[in-house]
């Protein structure tokens, strides 16, 4: 799987955007990047995912660069409750079996 | 939809005892599951993948005769930690991906916050 590299922490004002970044130079053309976050002392929560497209759900927002090779993960409007780690992961999507590789994350506070 | 629900939340007990996690699949069928450990402020580590009906695949340095993993029918796997030390102590999460698989995202239990004394 490849790899990605995100800033370990990252601080963000409550109401504002919260704006994670995520390099993955190394992602192969079928691996697909997946955003899963880890409240405290909690297992981790699916957010979105994507291949090439940007995508929007009702948590969050993805934009995915042209080249794939970064990402962003966005928060319109960041409450005290988004405080948790952030993890990107790129995985093949058509294995059912290929599990989940997770990385150091970042770790968002959001500040009152 | 696709909750996994991941029982006990919190299990204190001596050293010496073996302790059973369930992980279940409550609205959807998982051919695979998986199995994590955390220790304190670290990430996720992989231990195991479940596989339903067949041998669960250990990640090295995991020792399948301590971590004993059971996926008998298509919503429950079970991981038995045996004979646990002090050095057991860890959050333990289970995934599970319905079995259509594909771009299927992983969704995880609560964990359970194993203490051993």
């Known amino acids: 799987d490849a790899k990605t590299t995100q800033p370990p922490s990252m601080d963000c004002a409550e109401g504002r955007a919260a704006n994670l970044p995520c390099n993955h130079s190394?992602?192969?053309?079928?691996?697909?990047v997946y955003w899963y976050r880890q409240i405290h002392s909690q297992g981790p929560q699916y957010i979105i995912h994507?291949?090439?497209n940007n995508e929007t759900n009702e948590m969050a927002s993805l934009i995915i660069t042209e080249d794939r090779k970064s990402s962003t993960l966005i928060l319109p409007h960041a409450t005290l409750r988004d405080t948790a780690v952030y993890y990107c992961?790129?995985?093949?999507?058509?294995?059912?079996?290929?599990?989940?590789?997770f990385g150091g994350g970042t770790r968002l506070m959001v500040k009152p | 939809g696709a909750v996994v629900s991941q029982h006990p939340s919190r299990v204190i007990c001596k050293s010496g005892t073996s302790v059973k996690i369930e992980c279940r699949s409550l609205?959807?069928?998982?051919?695979?599951m998986f199995w994590y450990r955390q220790f304190p402020k670290k990430s996720l580590m992989l231990m195991a993948t479940?596989?339903?009906?067949?041998?669960?695949?250990?990640e090295q340095g995991v020792e399948k005769d301590k971590f004993l993993i059971n996926h008998a029918s298509l919503t429950l796997s079970t991981l038995t930690v045996t004979s646990a030390h002090p050095e057991d102590s860890s959050f333990y999460i289970c995934?599970?991906?319905?079995?259509?698989?594909?771009?299927?995202?992983?969704?995880f239990g609560d964990g359970t916050r194993l203490s051993i004394l």
């Open positions: 995934s599970a991906r319905k079995s259509t698989g594909g771009i299927q995202p992983q969704h």
């Open positions: 190394t992602i192969s053309g079928n691996e697909y």
């Open positions: 994507g291949l090439k």
């Open positions: 992961i790129v995985r093949p999507g058509m294995d059912a079996g290929n599990m989940l590789t």
């Open positions: 609205d959807f069928q998982a051919t695979t």
């Open positions: 479940s596989n339903e009906g067949s041998k669960a695949t250990y």
